[in-house]
């Protein structure tokens, strides 16, 4: 499985991003998609998960109300929609995908990650 992170950039406080995240090689059913993020010095945390289907998704309590994420089955992406954004929302963003479909997303549950695309909000 590869994953291809892609959509960050430079953006000013208030203003918003789409990443996107696309699958080859595999498709994303029976899975749970993730994007988890990692600033200089910190952990990588979670950020959202949609599960393939669509029935389920998780939010950080952070992000809650500013980011949506969704997917594309016809064209096997997960997209993460970011608004209103935060100088403290800067990061490396990673998407992962994972056979766990619930509960909290943690990194140590995803097998396959795509390189990260980083995120810079200026304030």
């Known amino acids: 499985v590869q994953l291809q992170a892609s959509g960050g950039g430079l953006v000013q406080v208030g203003g918003s991003l789409r990443l996107s995240c696309a699958s080859s090689?595999?498709?994303?059913?029976?899975?749970?998609v993730g994007w988890f993020r990692q600033a200089p010095g910190k952990e990588r945390e979670s950020v959202a998960a949609?599960?393939?289907?669509?029935?389920?998704?998780y939010y950080a309590d952070s992000v809650k109300g500013r980011f949506t994420i969704s997917r594309d089955t016809a064209k096997n992406t997960v997209y993460l929609q970011m608004n209103s954004l935060k100088p403290e929302d800067t990061a490396n963003y990673y998407c992962?995908?994972?056979?766990?479909?619930?509960?909290?997303?943690?990194?140590?549950?995803?097998?396959?990650w795509g390189q990260g695309t980083q995120v810079t909000v200026s304030s």
């Open positions: 949609i599960t393939w289907s669509g029935a389920s998704t």
């Open positions: 992962a995908v994972s056979g766990v479909l619930f509960g909290e997303p943690l990194p140590k549950q995803y097998d396959y």
């Open positions: 090689g595999r498709t994303f059913s029976r899975s749970r």
